[in-house]
């Protein structure tokens, strides 16, 4: 399933919105979810799952075409950590 | 943040009632756990996918009394984050 696909099936549901309207709301709930990470945020939905930054610590890589060792630098990654519900529902 | 403050940004932003913010919520949720019940993956551009990975079985360890248990096969969720979202958090 799609963005475009989940729109389509919300705006079904909801049938109070038009598909623009529901595109608008759908795409502000997710742009939050990024805005709440990228201010260093944790995120937690009911139901569905948590949402949080993973630090990566820095390691040494290797540059695939010359073989020399090169530092990668730390960095932050988002974290999704399933929520019970939905762990339940997929793997039942 | 919650599940409340998303609807509260909703509501403010939009200006869809909070009763209609939160059913469309709850939508949204609803059937991205119905498509990944049916192991299907979701795909939402410029945030991430999440998709059901199937794992075999192995073997674990009661971390309390050391005794090795088995670990049954078991269906489970990944979310992998598109490169945008990636990017926003390492600024």
Avoid: C, H, W
């Avoid at chain 1, 948590?50 to 695939?64: D, H, Q, T």
């Avoid at chain 2, 991430?48 to 075999?56: E, P, S, T």
Wanted: no cysteine; net charge positive.
């Amino acid at each position: 399933m799609t963005k475009a696909e989940l729109i389509e099936k919300v705006t079904e549901k909801m049938n109070s919105l038009t598909l623009k309207q529901t595109e608008v709301v759908v795409n502000l709930i997710f742009d939050s979810v990024k805005d709440a990470l990228a201010k260093g945020e944790k995120v937690e939905i009911r139901g569905f799952g948590s949402f949080r930054i993973r630090n990566r610590g820095s390691r040494e890589g290797r540059n695939p075409k010359t073989g020399t060792s090169v530092s990668v630098p730390p960095k932050k990654v988002p974290f999704f950590k399933t929520g019970k519900e939905l762990r339940e529902i997929v793997d039942s | 943040m919650t599940k409340a403050d998303i609807v509260a940004q909703i509501y403010e932003k939009i200006g869809l009632s909070k009763k209609e913010a939160s059913d469309i919520l709850e939508i949204v949720l609803g059937t991205i756990k119905g498509t990944l019940k049916e192991a299907e993956i979701v795909k939402i551009a410029g945030f991430g996918n999440f998709l059901v990975r199937k794992k075999g079985a192995r073997k674990g360890r009661n971390p309390k009394s050391g005794e090795e248990i088995e670990i049954t096969p078991r269906k489970v969720v990944t979310f992998k984050p598109s490169i945008v979202f990636k990017g926003l958090v390492n600024r």
